[in-house]
């Protein structure tokens, strides 16, 4: 079964620096999010992402985050300057559409720590 | 009114019997509704989704039961068994492809 790919499985980074998440979304899949979930808390919406620009994005997703399609497969998730809030699992997903009935796939997530 | 309100937080039931786990939303503008299914160190797996044009959709041991009119949704799992322990996330989608997710339940199933 296709799946969503996402690297690294876990990264720890200094308060401060940069970090870029990478997800491979599956190959014919057409919209892209990036959701996160801070430890023991509800999956919250980041960005969706179609025809390479940004659909839609929350109140999180400000001006320290960005995304970006840089080929057909990859599609990653830069915060310039990580804060010790930013620690959580970020989750990248993909769909085929929009259209009712399709759900999408979730990668199994990068769990980000900002010491 | 983007929110999904879910419950319980938590549940534990015993093999065999039936785990049932509700949300309810605000937003009429709603017209998907997915539940999913989570392990620890896992990304949430799509288990059963809904339309608002439809009152229950059952697939296997598990159904989704709709009431448009009072905004709610609840997940049945029949039959529970150990493997189903994990949390559950409902969630619910309009047009533009975001979904606002429930705060999810985890679900323990006693051998």
């Known amino acids: 079964e296709p799946e969503v790919t996402q690297t690294p499985s876990h990264q720890v980074t200094q308060m401060g620096q940069e970090v870029i998440l990478r997800c491979v979304p599956i190959s014919n899949h057409l919209y892209f999010y990036w959701y996160r979930q801070i430890l023991g808390q509800k999956v919250e919406f980041l960005v969706s992402?179609?025809?390479?620009?940004?659909?839609?994005k929350s109140e999180i997703f400000d001006d320290q985050f960005s995304v970006e399609r840089p080929d057909g497969s990859n599609f990653t998730l830069k915060i310039r300057s990580t804060k010790l809030e930013d620690s959580a699992m970020y989750f990248c997903a993909s769909s085929f559409s929009t259209d009712r009935d399709n759900g999408y796939t979730f990668g199994s997530g990068t769990r980000l720590t900002v010491v | 009114q983007q929110q999904v309100k879910q419950s319980p937080q938590s549940l534990i039931v015993q093999k065999g019997g039936i785990s049932i786990i509700n949300c309810a939303y605000e937003n009429t503008a709603f017209d998907y509704f997915p539940w999913y299914q989570q392990f620890p160190g896992k990304g949430p797996a799509l288990l059963i989704a809904?339309?608002?044009?439809?009152s229950e959709k059952k697939e296997g041991r598990f159904t989704i039961s709709f009431n448009k009119s009072a905004k709610q949704f609840s997940l049945h799992i029949m039959d529970s068994q150990p493997g189903d322990s994990a949390t559950y996330f409902c969630?619910?989608?309009?047009?533009?492809?975001?979904?606002?997710f429930g705060d999810g339940t985890t679900l323990t199933v006693k051998p």
């Open positions: 992402f179609y025809n390479n620009e940004i659909s839609e």
């Open positions: 809904i339309r608002p044009d439809v």
């Open positions: 969630a619910a989608r309009a047009d533009a492809g975001k979904s606002t």
